[in-house]
């Protein structure tokens, strides 16, 4: 640079992680791929004395040259009856249309791109070949040429929210909840149907425009890529092989359970579930009488008591005898629970129907905080954390369905949902499929599925709604999906609301909007609220309702945690002294809840009319400071404003 040669280290850390070296007291940025760290030095004023163009990776020897990428995908397998000569000649074909391009286009940095992709990538084409439609190295290729501009929008983003939050009133916090009234400066970016009296201006249409056109372009390039693909596959008789069925795994056994328990009103005694065998074992403590052993076909009712949360009455059936019932009490509700967890189980097993009657189901939402995950999820897919949490016994008992909502989630899609995969297979050794993945910047909603459930699955709908400034930035918003399992309809919704403690109004607004545009179910059912269109509707996310109580002024330590459970919610900025932190060490919940913004819209029926909601248990989760799970932070330096 300017005949000067400059040497920047990029090292890994302990965690695999990469950062540019930089001097003692300088905190590091850490980046998980090469790619995305050049990607971050690619715009200026980063430190670095001109900014970065593109990663270049370690050569590779010869053979292992067309056998794996910079992300290890592994060898390929040639396709079947496919003479070298005619697979190299589609991609010589296309390289000869793409130089045939370059000439007459002015983004010769984003051919290069295309241009690595058609020489080192051509495993799109092998895969292809082997039955695999998925674009992996192209998706690859554009989320790399794409950074510039993703790292110009978030710079230009951050302008126009600061603008926003300039022309916004100043809200008293004394004073009550008003309409908040979207600033003039935010009418420039409304869609061309929405503008007002500043549509005018044409460099500013022309803009909107463009994005548009990304947009558009971005979202059918991978389908025309896959058509033309398959056509060149067809025309030079390079066959699809059938690819056989991978077997199922086994199923990983469940050790034989061990209940201690009080038999009517005060006698000790057991309960022994084996889930393989089909079995309950009953035994009494001092008692002459020989162990009891029900199999699984004999017990007609499982009945919990409400007044009493440890316990349960089991019915039975007798040979020529009345049906016997029995009362059982647990050392406490989450033992009970356990138990009736794994009767479900053994009847689900052994029952002689080809198909299920009831299904387990996991719903999870977690704002990461535009960080990396942890390298184990187990605590949160497993419910071990703080709150409401699952007996040891049944932890690792896997679900049929997967539903994980994110918001602020930096990780590409195909990273993500590799990343949650693997995780599943290391807890429960199952390989889940994928039912479905729907994005919206970085708000995510993925669903995983037992390889058997998977051909009960169908009529799979995706459908996101922006509610950012103007409704037309993503920054917030909703994803969702849709499916029937074997003709019982499902829906789920992961948001991200608008955040700051004043902005109920925005935030219920947020709500209506996503429940009317929100395009999940069956179309016939569009006129009616998404609530009336499924059997089950699960809705989740960091709906960002606060505390409508001041927080103690002065550095408090409390232990604090997430269950994983509905939502985040959290403490609001403090004005007055006093003791809300109190409340949190001594776990004195209701009177926090009885604060909660969400639960009093809900008393004015603004906002999830009908809908249910499960057990609060834990802390506020926003917001912790980085890294524990002890203490809060309630002054944050904003990226966003809405």
Same mark, same amino acid.
């Given at each position: 640079f300017q005949r000067h040669v400059y040497t920047y280290r990029i090292l890994p850390d302990d965690e695999g992680l990469l950062s540019v070296q930089t001097i003692q007291g300088i905190q590091?940025?850490?980046?998980?791929?090469?790619?995305?760290?050049?990607?971050?030095?690619?715009?200026?004023?980063?430190?670095?004395?001109?900014?970065?163009?593109?990663?270049?990776?370690?050569?590779?020897?010869?053979?292992?040259?067309?056998?794996?990428?910079?992300?290890?995908?592994?060898?390929?397998?040639?396709?079947?009856?496919?003479?070298?000569?005619?697979?190299?000649?589609?991609?010589?074909?296309?390289?000869?249309?793409?130089?045939?391009?370059?000439?007459?286009?002015?983004?010769?940095?984003?051919?290069?791109?295309?241009?690595?992709?058609?020489?080192?990538?051509?495993?799109?084409?092998?895969a292809l070949c082997q039955g695999h439609p998925q674009l992996r190295h192209l998706s690859t290729a554009l989320a790399t040429a794409c950074r510039a501009l993703h790292s110009e929008i978030d710079f230009t983003l951050a302008g126009l929210e600061t603008l926003t939050r300039v022309f916004e009133a100043p809200v008293s916090p004394r004073s009550p909840a008003r309409e908040q009234v979207m600033p003039p400066c935010c009418s420039k970016i409304i869609p061309p149907p929405l503008q007002g009296f500043l549509s005018s201006d044409p460099d500013l249409e022309l803009l909107l425009s463009k994005i548009s056109t990304v947009n558009h372009l971005l979202s059918s390039l991978e389908k025309k890529v896959l058509k033309s693909?398959?056509?060149?596959?067809?025309?030079?008789?390079?066959?699809?092989?059938?690819?056989?069925?991978?077997?199922?795994?086994?199923?990983?056994?469940?050790?034989?359970?061990?209940?201690?328990?009080?038999?009517?009103?005060?006698?000790?005694?057991?309960?022994?579930?084996?889930?393989e065998s089909g079995t309950v074992t009953v035994t009494k403590q001092g008692s002459s009488s020989q162990e009891?052993?029900?199999?699984?076909?004999?017990?007609?009712?499982?009945?919990?008591?409400?007044?009493?949360?440890?316990?349960?009455?089991?019915?039975?059936?007798?040979?020529?005898?009345?049906?016997?019932?029995?009362?059982?009490?647990?050392?406490?509700?989450?033992? %009970?629970?356990?138990?009736? @967890?794994? *009767?479900?189980?053994? #009847? /689900?097993?052994?029952?002689?129907?080809? !198909?299920?009657?009831?299904?387990?189901?996991?719903?999870g939402t977690w704002n990461m905080g535009s960080t990396p995950p942890p390298r184990s999820l187990a605590s949160w897919l497993t419910s071990r954390g703080l709150g409401r949490t699952q007996d040891e016994t049944t932890a690792c008992i896997p679900h049929d369905i997967y539903v994980i909502g994110t918001q602020e989630n930096s990780l590409g899609d195909r990273e993500w949902v590799e990343f949650l995969?693997?995780?599943?297979?290391?807890?429960?050794?199952?390989?889940? %499929?994928?039912?479905?993945? @729907?994005? *919206?910047?970085?708000? #995510? /909603?993925?669903?995983?599925?037992?390889? !058997?459930?998977?051909?009960?699955?169908?009529?799979?709908?995706?459908?996101?709604?922006?509610?950012?400034?103007?409704?037309?930035?993503?920054?917030?918003?909703?994803?969702?999906?849709?499916?029937?399992f074997n003709g019982t309809s499902f829906g789920f919704v992961n948001c991200h609301l608008a955040s700051g403690s004043e902005k109920t109004h925005r935030r219920n607004q947020n709500y209506s909007d996503i429940l009317h545009s929100l395009a999940l179910g069956d179309k016939r059912l569009g006129g009616f609220d998404l609530t009336l269109r499924f059997t089950h509707l699960f809705w989740f996310g960091d709906l960002n309702y606060r505390l409508e109580m001041d927080v103690q002024v002065g550095p408090c330590r409390c232990q604090?945690?997430?269950?994983?459970?509905?939502?985040?919610?959290?403490?609001?900025?403090?004005?007055?002294?006093?003791?809300?932190?109190?409340?949190?060490?001594k776990k004195e919940f209701q009177a926090l809840l009885a604060v909660d913004q969400l639960n009093l819209e809900r008393e004015k029926n603004k906002v999830f009319l009908q809908f249910s909601e499960g057990d609060i248990s834990f802390p506020p989760t926003y917001r912790y400071e980085r890294g524990t799970r002890d203490t809060y932070v309630w002054q944050k330096s904003k990226p966003t404003g809405v």
């Open positions: 590091a940025k850490c980046f998980r791929t090469l790619p995305d760290l050049i990607g971050a030095y690619q715009h200026p004023n980063n430190g670095l004395v001109t900014p970065l163009l593109h990663p270049v990776h370690r050569p590779r020897p010869a053979e292992d040259s067309d056998g794996e990428d910079a992300r290890g995908w592994g060898h390929t397998v040639p396709c079947a009856g496919a003479p070298p000569s005619s697979r190299t000649h589609i991609p010589q074909q296309l390289h000869q249309r793409l130089q045939e391009q370059v000439h007459s286009s002015p983004a010769s940095d984003f051919m290069g791109f295309m241009a690595e992709y058609l020489t080192h990538h051509v495993q799109d084409l092998e693909l398959q056509e060149m596959v067809t025309r030079h008789n390079l066959a699809l092989p059938s690819v056989a069925a991978a077997p199922l795994p086994p199923a990983r056994p469940l050790a034989v359970q061990n209940f201690e328990v009080k038999v009517g009103k005060s006698q000790r005694g057991a309960l022994t579930v084996d889930v009891e052993v029900i199999p699984q076909d004999k017990i007609l009712q499982l009945i919990k008591y409400q007044s009493v949360q440890s316990k349960v009455r089991l019915v039975c059936a007798r040979e020529n005898q009345k049906n016997l019932s029995r009362d059982f009490i647990f050392p406490s509700a989450r033992k %009970r629970e356990a138990f009736c @967890q794994l *009767l479900q189980l053994m #009847k /689900i097993q052994h029952s002689n129907l080809d !198909e299920p009657e009831i299904i387990s189901l996991y719903a995969c693997a995780s599943l297979k290391t807890l429960m050794a199952i390989d889940y %499929r994928v039912v479905a993945l @729907q994005c *919206l910047w970085s708000i #995510k /909603i993925v669903v995983l599925v037992k390889p !058997e459930h998977q051909r009960r699955i169908s009529h799979v709908h995706t459908s996101s709604v922006k509610t950012g400034i103007a409704n037309t930035l993503g920054n917030k918003g909703a994803v969702g999906v849709s499916f029937l604090a945690g997430d269950s994983g459970g509905r939502r985040a919610w959290g403490v609001t900025v403090p004005s007055l002294a006093q003791d809300i932190l109190t409340h949190i060490v």
